[in-house]
């Protein structure tokens, strides 16, 4: 027996158990001092009660004979996959509901979807990048090269047609800089991928904090897309699904290469490997798209994008440079002082008790930059921006 010895490649996940280990260390010294922490990945505010009151509902109908539920379809419940078909044509954007497969969430997708492709394919990431894109290719021995993402380009690269990939990761709003593409910068990503006949995998997860119609919210929105892309996208930031797990990946059925196709290949992956989201989850995902749950789950969103003008005003007041705030939860700027990105995270730990993210963690081009997260409750978004703005404005 040989393990997978891809696997001794891939980096430990140092960067969060680093700050764990800081931050347990710092409390030790000053156990009187209020840590505001300002670096969660994770929501912080309820279900609403439109999801809530389905979750209730679909347990009453499990507890029925009349009602009750064993397997579902691998591929998701038709009334789940109706729903997200209309989300996407408020939008001008045509899938069909058989190019819908509901999921547990994006980032399962984004790993599994790679049974599709060969070990010998080349892949792009930016770097800075969200560390499951390289990590899962490590793991399958891929060979992986890198989008250089930095201040002079917003954070957001565009096609080098000297380089040749096979499979373009994509993620808009960036997890971490927040940066997002416009239509017209996707579409230049999809004719690149088509002159190389690559698949672009596209991480949607942020798309709804977008308001400026000016940033895509699906790639599905530049011309062709549907002929080299495949788009992930989840409940979780949308409706703070991140424990309830939910959802879901387009595959055009479009996508062929050498007289296979991707939609077919993805259907049978599923109906091999998973056995579906829970009747329950779906339920209560298919009422985030009610008109309630629609109102609800915008509120907890505009409180959220108030973090998020919050941290970018004092930004802005202090005149550092940033990527991210207006269209999405992330905000991604140049650490002050000419600061490395752990240096200025033990200066703003000991100095103002505010714990961020390094962006060093996130690759190397990520070294001199900080993300903040407006994930937080409102009242500590608050106050750790005042600490922030008395510290730096000395």
Known sequence: MLFNANYSNVNDSYLFSTIAKKVAAYRAAAPDAKVLRLGIGDVTLPLAPAVVDAIRAAAGEMAEKATFRGYGPEQGYDFLREAVRGYYSERGVSVSADEIFISDG?????????????????VLVPDPVYPVYVDTNVMAGRRIIYAD????????????????????YICSPNNPTGAAYTVAQLQEWVDYADKKGAVILYDAAYECFIRDEKFARSIYLAKGAENCAIEFCSFSKMAGFTGTRCGWTVVPRAIERGGLSANKMWLRRQTTKFNGVPYIVQRAAAAVFTPEGRAQTEANLAYYRENAKLIAGTLEKLGIWFTGGGHSPYIWFKCPFGMGSWEFFDHLLGNAQVVGTPGAGFGANGEGFFRLSAFGDREDTAEAMERIERLLAK
Do not use: C, H, R, W
């Open 106 to 122: 994006a980032k399962s997708d984004l790993g599994n979807i790679l049974d599709l492709f060969s070990q010998n394919n080349t």
């Open 149 to 168: 993402a930095n201040e002079g380009n917003g954070f957001l690269p565009m096609p080098d047609y000297s380089v040749d990939a096979d499979i373009i």
